[in-house]
């Protein structure tokens, strides 16, 4: 099934569930969903027969401090091994609200990438059976992947981000 | 398969449960693990694995870091086969930019990711055996690893941590001792490894040891997330190699070795065969080697010839911009995938156009897989355990990143 059949085909079975979709430069297919819908969909392209996306690769958050009221999101990646296709799902959520349903009842070894997540950007993940810090120290207090936590001295002034391709905006605020 | 159901019924419990600390820094575990083990006598009730102690934080550290200088921190995530997780970056950047690199380049890569792949596979395979009480093995079989380290030093400068490659190619050619020490080791590997496989693979006291140590089921691992070799020892032939054909992987001919159990002897059989077939494809590769350019033509990502920068415009121009880091950047995503030692390492890059990615997260087969460690090795013996953990090659770099 190429990219527009899946759509298409989705679209029939879990009418607005897939929001907006876009292939990136690896043409891999992404699919944009709200996180109340994401598990069925999951659930939707790993179960079913003629999707068969029946692997979780891998699962990340990603922060963007620039977007009010969507700054978190998670990217699933799913591999279909029969057909070899891959596809990427994705949700947006706000910082301030940072829950998000479990896929361990789908997949197993969801538990430690949600648990990484939630150690670094602090996604909670409702109905994880285990949710504590898994990298990081059990009395950290911050969430070290969020963009305003800075890797290096803030004095430094060589490393600019104004002046290499990005705007600066990234960080700036906490300067 | 007597063990699973051991702890089905109560009756088998004395009623004293000790609590058992193995690790952090246990000699057994070969790596800074911890795992908190529930025992009842010998058996294991439960275990609870603590991770994260060599955590340094990549994902965050490559947010701060050009393109060029996040291979050095690709190095140290499976530092067993380290050229693999490099190419695999240099892979994903070229992915990213729209980059194809020349025949040649690829085919080096190729051998050199095989050499890495057995390096790997023999530190694996003759730990287990060290395990096993087989200390033997294991001193040849380092000896072997030695001369690949030293091939690596030809090409790169270093061993363990190779930074190997470069973004559009190769750092250099092939040197001429290179190619003396590749033809000397594909001769004379092949009878010191059957040598050592003959030591274990049929030895009873091996077999007897490893048969049933820890075993999983096809379905179990696919849900859990296994690639790589402890996949295929549980009978699924998934190979990204063969699966997406990165680096001209598509001009090989080679075989996936695939087991039936998915326990330790299997795990064990599996990586010897692959270590049959990545000397198959170094044959290939280095056979047929085609002429050409180790690099291609990306003057804005790989650094001009010393000097050409000391008497060419151009070449200083494009010095000063990889060295500066003022190249642009393609907005966009992507996901690559190499076979690395342990199964499916994949890069997921966010770019926004700025120096540094935007985001970057490593899928670490070692993390993903070793979830699974309590389920494999509950009801086991402790000794089985060990063994069971040692098969799995988990590599303490990857798993904590």
């Keep these: ?175 | 398969m007597q063990v699973q159901s051991y702890f089905s019924s109560l009756d088998n419990l004395d009623g004293e449960l000790a609590t058992l600390n193995l690790g952090p820094t246990h000699p057994a575990t070969h790596g800074i693990f911890q795992n908190v083990l529930k025992m009842d006598g010998e058996r294991i009730v439960s275990a609870e694995p603590t991770i994260g102690y060599i955590h340094r934080a990549f994902e965050k550290l490559a947010e701060h870091r050009p393109y060029n200088q996040i291979t050095p921190i690709t190095d140290r995530l499976n530092y067993c086969s380290s050229p693999i997780n490099n190419m695999g970056w240099h892979l994903t950047v070229e992915k990213l930019i729209g980059c194809d690199i020349p025949k040649r380049a690829q085919y080096m890569r190729v051998i050199i990711m095989e050499l890495s792949r057995i390096a790997d596979h023999l530190v694996c395979n003759s730990v287990i055996g060290v395990d096993t009480g087989a200390l033997t093995g294991f001193t040849y079989m380092f000896q072997e690893r030695e001369r690949i380290y030293e091939m690596f030093e030809e090409v790169c400068g270093s061993r363990l941590t190779t930074n190997i490659g470069r973004i559009g190619g190769m750092e250099r050619d092939f040197t001429p001792n290179f190619h003396k020490k590749l033809k000397t080791f594909l001769q004379t590997f092949p009878a010191r490894f059957e040598e050592f496989g003959g030591l274990l693979s049929r030895n009873r006291i091996f077999m007897d040891r490893c048969i049933g140590a820890g075993p999983i089921s096809a379905e179990r691992a696919m849900a859990y997330g296994f690639t790589g070799p402890n996949l295929r020892a549980a009978g699924v032939d998934y190979d990204v190699r063969v699966m997406t054909p990165y680096s001209s992987y598509q001009d090989f001919e080679f075989d996936i070795p695939i087991g039936n159990h998915g326990d330790t002897y299997d795990r064990f059989i599996v990586r010897q065969e692959e270590i049959r077939q990545s000397l198959r494809i170094i044959h290939q590769a280095y056979d047929n080697m085609p002429q050409g350019d180790y690099h291609a033509d990306v003057p804005a990502f790989y650094l001009p010839e010393k000097p050409d920068v000391y008497t060419k415009m151009e070449a200083l121009i494009y010095h000063f911009k990889v060295v500066m880091q003022e190249t642009p950047i393609p907005v966009g995503e992507v996901y690559s995938c190499v076979e690395g030692g342990n199964g499916e390492l994949g890069f997921y890059l966010i770019s926004d156009g700025g120096r540094t990615p935007y985001r970057l997260h490593f899928r670490r087969p070692c993390f993903i897989f070793y979830q699974a460690y309590p389920e494999m090795i509950k009801g086991s013996m402790l000794s089985d355990a060990i063994l069971t953990m040692s098969s799995m090659n988990v590599i303490a770099g990857e798993l904590d990143a």
């Design chain 1, 1 to 175: 099934m190429d990219s527009e059949q899946t759509i298409a085909y989705l679209t029939e079975k879990m009418p607005g569930a897939v929001v907006t979709s876009e292939t990136a430069v690896d043409g891999i297919l992404s699919l944009h969903t709200a996180r109340e819908n994401v598990i069925a969909l999951l659930q939707m392209l790993r179960d079913d027969e003629q999707l068969g996306f029946h692997f979780l690769t891998t699962l990340c958050a990603v922060h963007y401090p620039e977007q009010a009221g969507q700054e978190l999101s998670i990217v699933y990646h799913l591999h279909n091994w029969q057909q070899n296709i891959r596809i990427r799902v994705k949700i947006f959520f706000p910082i301030d609200d940072p829950h998000v349903p479990s896929a361990t009842e789908l997949w197993s070894s969801a538990n430690w990438m949600e648990r990484q997540e939630y150690d670094f950007f602090g996604v909670l993940f409702t109905g994880h059976p285990d949710l504590r810090r898994i990298l990081n120290v059990d009395d950290m207090e911050v969430f070290p992947m969020r963009k305003e936590y800075r890797l290096e001295d803030g004095t430094r002034t060589d490393k600019d981000d104004r002046f290499f391709g990005r705007d600066g905006h990234v960080g700036q605020e906490f300067d």
